[in-house]
């Protein structure tokens, strides 16, 4: 294993260890059921759910914290329990775009996780917020022990990047939708 590849499995465990917050039966079922609103898990049968929310932990994050940094590395994907966040683009010369405001139910940073390409934008908490987490490496492998939903979850990716003002790189998208062709 390369040293960057070390790095990663370090800042994994330290994560892992410093933040894991075991979810209580009620973060569970709300989970459930903020879930099979979404769009993204719409395809997905209720065990399945169960089995994504099994992987789930959550964090707390202070007023005006940054929780992901446009570049970053996208090893998680978030939703949002308690709290707003603010999708912010940064672009030339230190300007910004405000893409969205993200609140509970909400969820941020899906392309990153099936694509482990960096963060497209930042995300910045206007409050108090209460996150739940799920590692990139955790969904992979369960997306690659049931290709049937591994199939369903990357044609809601392919559907977002075409709706959404998704900012990546033609590379990127072309790996996605690579993926998704050889697994049909």
Known sequence: MNREGRAFKSRQAHFKKRYKMKLTNEEQNWLLEALKKQEFFSVCTVSEIK??????????????????????????????????????LEKEKGKEEKLSELGPGDFFGEIALITGHERNATVLTKESCEL??????????????????????????????N???????????????????QLI
């Open 163 to 181: 709706e959404r003002k998704i900012h990546l790189s033609e590379p990127q998208k072309k790996s996605i939708l690579d993926r998704l062709k």
């Open 132 to 161: 739940f987490l799920l590692y990139r490496n955790d969904f992979l492998g369960l997306l690659s022990k049931n290709s049937g939903l591994e199939i369903k979850v990357l044609r809601i990716v392919e559907k977002r990047l």
């Open 51 to 88: 089995e994504i929310i099994s992987l789930v932990t959550k964090k707390h994050y202070d007023g005006k914290e940054i929780v992901i940094q446009q570049g970053g590395i996208g090893d998680f994907f978030f939703i949002i329990g308690k709290g707003t966040v603010s999708v912010i």
